[in-house]
Nanobody, 121 residues
Framework: QVQLQESGGGSGVAGGSLNLSCKSFGSTYCTYDMMWFRQAPGKEREFVSKIFASNGFTTYADSLRGRFTISQDKAKKTVWMHLTDLKPEDSAMYYC??????????????WGQGTQVTVSS
């Protein structure tokens, strides 16, 4: 089993930046595609970004590309999300999600508890 722990959320100001991290604990014999989602009050959870286990390729929600950057540190079993040019509408609970990559590993789908980001104007 894998447990995920997000951190780095908090209060920011418009135009500022924050760094979120998602550290994994435990292990399986799998590699994982790693994603970030967010959910604001009264809204559905939305995709933010993904980094693929196989090649490190990254994707972003169209509306966030250019402001958010996902990265990973495999040795530290950590995925990062760097948020820049913050906007009040970025306020949400941010969740990391690791999904097993390929074959047997695809049955694994782990979520963290989330870290809150609040941006003031």
């Amino acid at each position: 089993q894998v447990q995920l722990q997000e951190s780095g959320g908090g209060s920011g100001v418009a135009g500022g930046s924050l760094n979120l991290s998602c550290k994994s604990f435990g292990s399986t014999y799998c590699t994982y595609d790693m994603m970030w989602f967010r959910q604001a009050p009264g809204k559905e959870r939305e995709f933010v970004s993904k980094i693929f286990a196989s090649n490190g390729f990254t994707t972003y929600a169209d509306s966030l590309r250019g402001r958010f950057t996902i990265s990973q540190d495999k040795a530290k079993k950590t995925v990062w999300m760097h948020l820049t040019d913050l906007k009040p509408e970025d306020s949400a609970m941010y969740y990391c999600n690791w999904v097993g990559s390929g074959g047997y590993c695809e049955r694994y789908d782990f979520w963290g508890q989330g870290t809150q980001v609040t941006v003031s104007s």
